[in-house]
């Protein structure tokens, strides 16, 4: 069965340095309206992990991760007893952001690009509201280049440049590191995804948050090892960026598509029923497979759609993940 390759219509865009000014401009009001007050207070930890410090020790109740057990106390006591974690209060999240070509699509209400700069925008709001630290790693097309540090300016990218952002926290910092990512210039190619995520095990921190932002297209066995490693140390999200035209092509007749990774052209029959079944097929496949794969490392993983309320998306995974960590447990 072919691997279903992403697809992007011939058709003119406006320049992405306009598009994303205008998106950072929707999206601050957008975030802060909607996400305000939604952690307010609570130190948990920002999306997956309730934190690394530990705490009092309490009786094992059905539903506790059985990963803090805690056994010195369960051998004096003989009943199965699990360790508290407080959270820290200076919490640091690193985002490794995916700007390949591929992300220069879309079919809904936003380009792919859009999204993860939205998902970043929201990630960062959150992030900084306690005096936190948030840094990122970005990487563009063209394969693996020796990493760049940004210092004073927003870098200037090219083929195969992975940059990095380093942690800061406070608002005006925040949004710099934000007007960084929209200002990235998306090259020919595909960055190396691996690459990109071993960034964050470079050199090794303390325990934190670490957020992969892509659409995950790479094959699955030049990231999977990476984030498996990134996982020992921090609590991983993944957050996968999909177009509903990368699962399922529309009745349109012969759609004319290009490659924005290769540039090659090529005419699609979209009236055969066959080849749109094909399709559909080879990509939930590879879709399927994208979800082992993080699963099997241990990431969170959250997909957000072009074509769906992206930031609605995200709140309901921020209260499933309150929900799974405190079911069970005692205030």
């Not at 406070?170 to 960034?199: K, N, Y």
């Not at 066995?221 to 140390?233: A, C, G, S």
């Not at 092509?249 to 699609?268: M, R």
């Amino acid at each position: 069965m072919a691997r279903a390759t992403p697809v992007t219509s011939a058709t003119p865009r406006p320049a992405p340095g306009d598009r994303s000014e205008a998106v950072l401009s929707r999206l601050q009001l957008l975030v802060t309206r909607k996400l305000d007050g939604l952690l307010q207070g609570d130190y948990a930890g920002l999306l997956p992990g309730p934190g690394s410090e530990a705490g009092e020790s309490r009786e094992y109740r059905p539903g506790d991760d059985v990963r803090r057990m805690d056994w010195p106390v369960t051998a004096r006591t003989t009943m199965a007893h699990v360790r508290r974690t407080v959270a820290d209060r200076e919490l640091e999240t690193w985002l490794a952001v995916d700007l390949s070509a591929s992300l220069d699509f879309g079919t809904g209400r936003w380009l792919k690009r859009e999204v993860v700069v939205a998902a970043a925008a929201a990630l960062t709001h959150l992030t900084v509201r306690g005096g936190n630290r948030i840094g990122a790693v970005v990487g563009t097309g063209g394969g693996a280049a020796a990493p760049t540090v940004w210092r004073r300016r927003p870098p200037v990218s090219g083929p195969g440049v992975l940059t990095r952002l380093p942690a800061r926290s406070g608002r005006r910092e925040a949004q710099g590191l934000l007007r960084a990512l929209a200002g990235t210039e998306l090259r020919p190619g595909r960055s190396d995804l691996g690459a990109l995520v071993d960034m964050l095990n470079r050199p090794p921190r303390r325990r934190g948050v670490a957020v992969v932002i892509s659409d995950f297209l790479a094959p699955p066995e030049q990231w999977t090892r990476p984030l498996r490693k990134l996982r020992v140390r921090h609590d991983v999200l993944a957050i996968e960026v999909v177009d509903p035209r990368e699962l399922e092509l529309p009745d349109v007749g012969v759609l004319p598509v290009v490659d924005p990774e290769t540039g090659e052209l090529h005419e699609v029959q979209t009236a055969d029923p066959g080849l749109r079944h094909r399709y559909a097929e080879a990509a939930a496949a590879q879709r399927a497979a994208i979800s082992t794969a993080l699963r099997s490392a241990g990431a969170a993983h959250l997909r957000l759609r072009t074509d769906r309320d992206w930031l609605l998306d995200m709140v309901r995974f921020v209260a499933a993940q309150r929900h799974a960590r405190t079911r069970g447990t005692t205030r």
